[in-house]
């Protein structure tokens, strides 16, 4: 179940970074400002700042085990899926050798890595001008994993696996048709799934 972040206010942050300091002074207003400059995000604060509404849900928590001097060393890898429900999202994956550390290792890198999603309505079946389902069919890959998405008719709601399901909610899509083939790993899914919406991002419109 998608949960709200815990997010830091303008006033209690202390940016690290020049673009930090352009979106505590104002200068910076917007996430998109950030993708139109095309440069990363280093200070996962910035989101908090510009994207105070973002939720988050895990999608995949797994232990891994190593052998050290000491013996046997477990850790527990987790996946996350963080977006606004409003044209961004994003996955985080963090490893720990506890719980608590390794979610909050998973937030920070999806808050680096935020994509901007591109909406629209390119489905032949409705043709309105509201924007709840995507422009045109896009497709994603992730190691063995191949995500495709098709535009939908409004009420048709979202018809993918459930991975993909929750990075589509996550990003604000309503109607989507979507297949994935391919391995069935869940961090591969919902990567291959990012890569297929920021697809959308690199295609030239008129």
Excluded at 125 to 133: A, D, L, P, V
Excluded at 181 to 189: C, E, L, R
């Amino acid at each position: 179940m998608a949960e709200k972040l815990r997010t830091i206010s303008k006033e209690d942050w202390s940016p690290r970074t020049k673009m930090g300091q352009m979106v505590k002074s104002g200068e910076i207003s917007s996430i998109d400002q950030i993708f139109d400059m095309g440069k990363p995000v280093i200070e996962p604060e910035v989101v908090d700042v510009l994207l105070p509404t973002l939720e988050s849900e895990t999608l995949d928590v797994r232990t891994t085990q190593r052998v050290t001097d000491s013996g046997k060393r477990t850790q527990f890898r987790v996946v996350v899926v963080v977006g606004d429900r409003n044209g961004h999202v994003s996955i985080g994956v963090g490893k720990s050798d506890e719980m608590k550390p390794a979610l909050d290792y998973a937030m920070r890198n999806a808050k680096k890595s935020m994509i901007s999603v591109r909406t629209g309505c390119g489905s032949w079946e409705c043709k309105c001008s509201i924007k709840h389902s995507l422009p045109e069919k896009t497709v994603g890959k992730e190691g063995s994993t191949v995500v495709t998405m098709k535009p939908a008719p409004r009420g048709l709601g979202l018809a993918a696996n459930k991975v993909v399901r929750k990075v589509l909610t996550m990003a604000g899509v309503k109607d989507v048709w979507s297949f994935s083939t391919g391995g069935s790993n869940v961090y591969n899914t919902a990567m291959a799934a990012i890569y297929a919406l920021d697809n959308l991002n690199k295609i030239k419109t008129r």
